[in-house]
C-alpha cells in the first residue's frame, strides 16, 4: 500500500506548473480503496438512440478481482458498467458482452491500452474495440434503453463497498458520444496515441461526457492528477505509451 501511494507522489511532482493547467493532458490516477472515487448525478437523454464510450486505460493496482472503472447506476441496474480486465463491457444493462475476450483485454500492468465500446438501439449492435481493433460484438435484447437518469461513479460499483471491485489504476481522455463512432475514427484515435487530439475531428462534436468535466469534478479520498500527454521540448509525449502521436500521422 505505502509503495502505491510513493507511486502517487511521484506522478504528482512529474507535472510541471504548464501541464498542470492544460487540463486535456491530464490523466487521474485512482487510489485502491474504496473511500478513492469520483462520483456526480447524469443525465443520459442524449444517449438513448445511440452512444460510444472511448477512454485509455493503465492498470496498476492488480488485487482487485473485479476491478471496474465506470458505473452508471440508475435505480437496481448497472447501465453501463465497463471494467479494466474484460469482465464487464455492458450497455443498457445487457451482459451480452459481459466475459468476452477477457484473457486479450487483460493487458499488463503499467502500460496504457484504448477502450472503445460502441451501441445502437435500432440494430442493438453492441462492439467492443481494444486499441482501436474490434475484439467482440452482440446484439443486445430487444427494447432495451438506458435510465434517463443517474449516477456515475469512477472506479468502482456504486452500490457496493466491497473492495473487490475498486480498480486503482489510470484513465485518460474518457469520452462519452451520442452516437456509433465509426471502425475508423476508433482506430485513428488508438494509433494517434495519448496525446492525439479530439478537438481537431468532427466526431468530437457529438460528446456528450467531456473528459475535461470529469478531471474538474470534485474527489474523494486519493484521486490525483498526472499527464497522460505532456510537452517535452515543444512537443507532445506520450506518457509511457509506445502508440505513435499525432504528428506522427
Request: charged content about 20%.
Amino acid at each position: 500500500m505505502l509503495l502505491i501511494f510513493a507511486l502517487f507522489l511521484i506522478n504528482k511532482l512529474d507535472a510541471t506548473p504548464a501541464e498542470t493547467l492544460n487540463i486535456k493532458h491530464q490523466a487521474l490516477h485512482f487510489g485502491p480503496t474504496t473511500e478513492d472515487f469520483i462520483r456526480f448525478s447524469y443525465d443520459t437523454t442524449p444517449l438513448q438512440d445511440a452512444l460510444s464510450i472511448c477512454t485509455w486505460i493503465k492498470r496498476v493496482y492488480t488485487s482487485s478481482a473485479l476491478p471496474v472503472i465506470f458505473d452508471f447506476f440508475s435505480g437496481d441496474e448497472h447501465g453501463i458498467l465497463i471494467g479494466s480486465d474484460g469482465r464487464y463491457n455492458r450497455v443498457v444493462g445487457d451482459h451480452v458482452l459481459d466475459n468476452q475476450n477477457r484473457k486479450f483485454l487483460s493487458k499488463p500492468a503499467g502500460r496504457w491500452f484504448s477502450y472503445c465500446l460502441t451501441w445502437s438501439a435500432s440494430s442493438r449492435d453492441l462492439q467492443l474495440y481494444i486499441d482501436g481493433e474490434m475484439v467482440a460484438a452482440a446484439r443486445t435484447s430487444p427494447g432495451r434503453k438506458l435510465r434517463s437518469s443517474g449516477v456515475v461513479r469512477f472506479n468502482r460499483l456504486d452500490n457496493s463497498d466491497s473492495s473487490a471491485f475498486v480498480f486503482g489504476g489510470q484513465l485518460f481522455q474518457f469520452n462519452i458520444y451520442s452516437g456509433v463512432l465509426s471502425s475508423d475514427a476508433i482506430r485513428k484515435m488508438a494509433e494517434g496515441g495519448l496525446c492525439f487530439d479530439l478537438e481537431l475531428e468532427k466526431f468530437s462534436r457529438n460528446r456528450i461526457l467531456h473528459w475535461e468535466e470529469i478531471v474538474l469534478k470534485p474527489k474523494n479520498g486519493t484521486v490525483i492528477e498526472t499527464f497522460g500527454c505532456h510537452l517535452e521540448g515543444g512537443k507532445k509525449m506520450a506518457a509511457s505509451q509506445p502508440s505513435r502521436n499525432i504528428e506522427d500521422l
